[in-house]
């Protein structure tokens, strides 16, 4: 099968060939018959047949390829705009303004690697005036990625507001997505719940790259509790538990920032981007997400493997809401 394909010639190919035979054979005609065209009025006429029977079909076959050109070009457009509108409304899923709440600031960025992006951020306010944070990360890229991100999105913030404990939500979570998803599919998601009035973290993880914790110049894993989602019926994730102190960074983040560079090799890994975070913990969140940024894309290259997510989540010293 793929022998017989490998050697059939497409549309444009069979163009050329005939094409190209045409214009061979007049001037092969043109060649030889050069002495007779003023004795044989026969010989006159068919040279002057296949000489015009050419440049039709040349003409034919350039007004096909503008014909095509054109036509590729409004599909080109109509899909550009189509994935244009698509990231437009993925990024209106992510949190346009970070709720401003006891003892906690934030900063995230979002950047694709094909258009839009299987990954996802959020951060809620709960009813009971705890805050929940969450990063995941869709198996594959583009459209369909995307597709059910917006699905994670839609229930995690349904579960989160009805107060479902963190290893209950993710159970529920995991049923909603053995119903949507293939089998191809899976979630990685790490949650976590935050207590201002006691300065605790009570988090799950399915399956994610642990969340980094950097307290001075040490560091913390919050390690994978669990297995990822939309792969098995029954899964069971382990809570952990930690208490952040004034000063305290903690970093979510995708495999896009980790695995940066793989295609090239050598990845930008775990160790580079703590140090990156030690290093600049003591920065505004902003202009410690640009120098993290900026040092996945030079270390990368020209292009990202896959999508890059990073949220920054800094304990600070009030725990009064401000107005």
Not at 107 to 116: D, E, F, I, L
Not at 226 to 255: F, I, N
Request: with cysteine; proline share 4%; net charge negative.
């Amino acid at each position: 099968m793929e022998i017989r394909a490998w050697f059939t010639p497409s549309r444009a190919m069979r163009d050329r060939l005939y094409l190209t035979g045409l214009l061979v054979g007049a001037g092969i005609l043109l060649y030889v018959g050069r002495g007779l065209l003023g004795k044989s009025e026969l010989v006159a006429w068919g040279l002057t047949f296949g000489g015009t029977s050419a440049v039709a079909v040349l003409g034919m076959t350039l007004y096909r390829v503008q014909h095509e050109l054109r036509a590729s070009r409004r599909e080109l457009a109509r899909k550009e705009a189509e994935l244009s509108f698509a990231l437009q409304v993925q990024q209106a899923l992510f949190p346009q303004r970070f709720p401003v709440h006891k003892g906690l600031e934030f900063c995230a960025v979002c950047v694709p690697a094909r258009g839009v992006s299987g990954d996802y951020y959020d951060v809620i306010s709960l009813p009971d005036g705890r805050l929940a944070f969450a990063i995941a990360d869709v198996s594959g890229k583009g459209i369909s990625a995307a597709i059910l991100m917006s699905t994670v999105h839609a229930v995690l913030r349904t579960l989160a507001s009805s107060g479902r404990a963190p290893d209950f939500l993710l159970a529920d979570l995991n049923r909603h997505l053995l119903q949507v998803s293939g089998d191809s599919r899976f979630t990685t998601v790490f949650y976590a719940e935050w207590n201002p009035a006691t300065r605790r973290l009570r988090f799950v993880n399915a399956g994610h790259l642990p969340p980094l914790l950097i307290g001075g110049r040490e560091r913390l894993r919050l390690v994978a509790s669990g297995p990822p989602l939309g792969v098995l019926e029954d899964v069971t994730h382990v809570v952990g538990e930690v208490e952040l102190s004034p000063g305290d960074l903690l970093a979510l983040y995708s495999d896009g920032v980790t695995e940066a560079g793989v295609t090239n090799g050598s990845e930008f890994g775990e160790e580079r981007l703590a140090s990156l975070l030690i290093a600049n913990a003591s920065r505004p969140l902003n202009e410690i997400q640009h120098t993290v940024v900026g040092a996945v894309r030079d270390w990368s290259g020209d292009e990202l493997e896959d999508d890059l997510t990073l949220v920054l989540v800094r304990a600070t010293g009030s725990t009064e809401e401000a107005l």
